[in-house]
């Protein structure tokens, strides 16, 4: 695992990037040194050059150093990540006629690039993002992979050049880049707070889409090209019961499992005792015989999984190891590294548990299995239920709801307010339903709270994101729900937030469940198989329950957010009070003065709240969001 970053030089000779570019690209490497801790290096060509900081997993030898040169010394490329299949597509080239310096999957990719161009990201299994950079056509190609683990920012350069790198705020600094604030980016951020690919919080500034690949030249509009097929429905469907098709999966996660167990440095697996990682481990355990497994426990029992951690690790007979979880509150430089390394502002709660999880188990393993992505790919999700029975009451005639939901909310206190915002979703567009219970203030909120100049795309815009994500692949919304979840919520926020944070720490997470064979058997599942009534991840249950104590498969689902008032503490009210009522805050750029005081008075307020969207739940993750964007703005100042 790296980082990744480079420039695509304009061709004008006096320009600033051509006469400076060693100096941008060591800083470039500087910025992304915690990504890479074991080394770093530079390549510069007349076309550019690219920036590498390596974390050394497989081949620590020199041969295994980036940025890597094919013999010739034609293509050069900086890659991130982790091809799970390079054995065999080493092997495939041997035999072809190619010789290998060294046993790093690297120089698999790089081969492979080299002899196909983009045609080759399509037999590659693996996290990854990458640049190839042709120095006798000067096209500099850039990719990422499928599900969108390894992220990759772009940025065109004035003058007719391009820069990249594996986060947003060294880009920011490189000459020329377009750092404005983005009117649409803003948009999707205060409605999920996240920015969805392909935007960023910046005008200048682009995420590659997972599963695409780019081809930029000095001078040329960038061509995109996408490599892998969208999930969707319209893949022949596996036929069958639960039962056998359990067997089927268990073979090809089993098998990459294993693959995903490769690596020179010490490998452990992130138990949590949920039934992702319970299965993950029992698989490792098959491969490994006494495989390191790593738990988190907490002092609140609302959020303590070590009695199931434990009965799993016996099961499978694992070395455990519990990681007691730090309670200490939000530090100011906490803060400041959550800003840094997500570049935008991101609001899941969970991100400083994961940031402090992953420096714990730094300590003792360089690499870490996880059971991420098992819920948005099986459709694990308690919120597909709630689609079901809103769904019923859509067919509701829209009078009676509305009544209903002023009836809820003269009613007051939480079993009021929860009934009347559940009627009011039942009477969302279906799309919107998705994502009722998960966005922050909606376009139309916006358009109260924003500076005119700085609305996005308003309802509209949502709308066709939702749709182009998945809302509308299929005539049942909660079938459609489950593609939204993996095109959407994966990407642009669960793997986000998994990259950043455990990167911050020099620590590399590999999902199996979001192998390729995975996903592609997934993909042809009857969504019965994984989702039906109000169980979830039924295939995957039947599967776990062969292999670890059934009970801890049956218990309820526990989730990984923080109580952000108890752990924020004093950092977050100074900051959030500095966001919201400071005369030097950003947020006054960006915000209506009459809209911001208003947010001031009702997102510090205490108790339940009669409208629907207004609990103490929600009021403090708003203000955790507003906080971070004003801090973003502090620490990366960008024009409106």
């Known amino acids: 695992m790296c980082g990744i970053a480079g420039i695509l030089v304009p061709s004008a000779p006096a320009h600033p990037l051509r006469t400076a570019l060693a100096d941008e690209l060591e800083r470039l490497a500087g910025a992304l040194r915690h990504r890479g801790p074991d080394a770093a290096a530079i390549a510069t060509t007349a076309h550019g050059g690219l920036a590498h900081t390596r974390l050394s997993i497989l081949d620590l030898s020199p041969t295994g150093a980036q940025p890597m040169w094919t013999p010739d010394r034609r293509h050069v490329v900086a890659y991130n990540g982790e091809v799970y ?187 949590s005792g949920g039934v992702d990682s319970s299965l993950v481990a029992a698989l490792a355990a098959r491969h490994v015989g006494r495989v390191k497994t790593y738990s988190i426990v907490h002092r609140d029992p609302a959020y303590d999984e070590r009695e199931a951690s434990r009965a799993v690790a016996a099961a499978i007979g694992s070395e455990h190891h519990e990681i007691e979880f730090s309670e200490a509150a939000l530090g100011d430089d906490e803060l400041d590294l959550l800003v840094d390394h997500h570049g935008d502002p991101f609001a899941d709660s969970s991100s400083l548990a994961v940031l402090r999880i992953s420096r714990e188990m730094r300590r003792s393993v360089t690499v870490a299995l996880s059971g991420d992505g098992g819920d948005e790919v099986f459709a694990g999700y308690p919120r597909f239920a709630q689609l079901r029975l809103l769904g019923a009451l859509a067919h509701v005639p829209a009078f009676a709801l509305r009544a209903g939901v002023a009836l809820a909310s003269v009613a007051g206190g939480l079993r009021g307010r929860q009934v009347a915002r559940a009627l009011g979703a039942a009477a969302m567009p279906a799309s919107r339903r998705m994502v009722a219970f998960t966005t922050f203030f909606w376009p139309e909120e916006q358009a109260f709270l924003l500076r005119p100049e700085l609305l996005g795309g308003g309802a509209a815009a949502l709308g066709a994101l939702l749709d182009e994500r998945g809302a509308a692949l299929e005539r049942d919304p909660v079938a459609s729900a489950h593609w939204l979840e993996q095109r959407l919520i994966l990407p642009d926020d669960m793997l986000t937030k998994v990259d950043r944070m455990s990167m911050a720490a020099s620590l590399e997470v590999r999902p199996p469940l979001l192998a390729a064979p995975v996903l592609d058997f997934a993909q042809r599942l009857p969504f019965a198989t994984k989702n039906e009534g109000t169980t979830g991840k039924r295939i995957l249950r039947t599967l776990a329950k062969r ?15 923080l109580p952000l008032e108890q752990h924020g503490g004093k950092v977050f009210q100074e900051a959030s009070r500095f966001a919201l009522e400071s005369n030097a805050s950003p947020l006054r750029a960006l915000f209506r003065p009459e809209a911001l005081a208003t947010l001031a008075a009702q997102l510090t307020k205490s108790g339940e709240g009669r409208d629907p969207e207004d609990s103490p739940f929600r009021r403090v993750h708003r203000r955790w969001l507003l906080t971070l964007l004003a801090r973003t703005l502090e620490r990366h100042p960008g024009a409106l």
């Open 547 to 561: 292999l670890v104590p059934p009970w801890v498969i049956d218990r309820p689902k526990k989730g990984f957010a």
């Open 85 to 271: 299949n390079f054995a065999p597509l080493r092997d495939a080239l041997v035999q072809a006629g190619e010789r290998f310096a060294g046993s790093s999957d690297t120089e698999v990719v790089l081969r492979l690039l080299a002899r196909d161009g983009e045609r080759a990201l399509a037999r590659l299994d693996g996290m990854f993002a990458l640049a190839l950079l042709d120095t006798q056509t000067g096209t500099l190609l850039l990719a990422r992979d499928r599900a969108g683990q390894k992220p990759l920012y772009w940025a065109p350069v004035a003058g007719g050049g391009f820069a990249f790198a594996s986060e947003i705020a060294p880009l920011l600094r490189v000459p020329g880049v377009d750092a404005r604030l983005d009117p649409q980016g803003l948009s999707h951020l205060l409605t999920f707070g996240f920015v969805p690919n392909p935007w960023s919080l910046r005008a200048g500034v682009r995420q590659l889409r997972p599963g695409t690949a780019l081809r930029l030249r000095a001078g040329a509009e960038p061509e995109e090209l996408r490599w892998v097929r969208e999930p969707g429905p319209d893949s022949a469907p596996l036929a069958g019961d639960v039962e056998p098709l359990s067997h089927d999966l268990e073979a090809v996660l089993s098998q990459c499992v294993r693959e995903h167990l490769v690596s020179d440095v010490p490998v452990g697996v992130l138990l």
